[in-house]
């Protein structure tokens, strides 16, 4: 119980302080030496989980040492691109995002979506098929809107309103795609039992069942 408290806490802390550090960071010159690490320490953690994870662990690993020393060495010019570095970081993770879904609809792949919605309620009817594959699409498209309205902000607005709309807008979008795919599921398959949380056991069952 305690170790679930813990974990929670520590990722609603995670949640939130990342945000205000990265958004102080990214608007503050004196958290320039500060902003780089904080930009670029989710990219170095992802990849570490996934050179872990990987069946090509130790070349990974030994790619990612020569990536952080090669930072290391960058360092004095990261200092004077920080608002680039959040930038890059919050591009990279939407077009990751957009591939590890788009790439599902072509191809003659299961559409990820189907693929979650298989995996929590078994065989699905020609009807829901189709729905979950709608939605892959939808979410592809959410994630190009994101990637392409970050850059718009990026380059033609002033760098105070882009990073507001990273680090305080993105999650709650996120959010509130997840209600609005809900809703229109309750519409549409209304023979369905539904739940909002049905998305989120179908990614931790996928993960330890990957496709």
Known sequence: MLRRVLRWLGIGTLVVGYPLLA????NSAQGSHLGKWVAIAPVILIALVLAWRS???WALLGVLVLFCVALWAARSTLDQHVGLVYWLEHMTMQIILLVTFGRTLFGGREPLCTYFARTMHGPLTPRHEAYSRQITAAW????ATVALTSTLLFFLAPL?????FANFLNLPLVLLMFVGEYAVRKRVLPEREHSILDAIRAMKRARTNPQ
């Open 55 to 57: 069946p090509r662990r």
């Open 160 to 164: 105070a309103t882009w990073s507001f």
């Open 140 to 143: 592809s498209l959410f994630f």
């Open 23 to 26: 958004h102080y960071t990214n």
